[in-house]
């Protein structure tokens, strides 16, 4: 279901615009997902998942990547 979820949602942000300082920016979102193993550190777990989403900035943009 959380999966379903996420890669409803990333390409949602998808043509989104904001005003920045007057101009307008788009807005893309890239997401790193991971699975916690039953004796992985919360700092392992975020840096893989940080990992997982230079990954998919790295293939393009508005990408659900899961490592």
Known sequence: MVLYCI????PKF??????K???????????????VGQDETLENVIERA??????????GRDRTVFA
């Open 21 to 35: 300082n007057g101009e307008a920016v788009s807005i893309t979102a890239t997401i790193g997902i991971v699975t």
């Open 14 to 19: 998808s043509g989104y615009l904001l005003l």
């Open 50 to 59: 940080d990992q997982a989403m230079y990954m998919g900035k790295q293939q």
């Open 7 to 10: 890669g409803f949602v990333a």
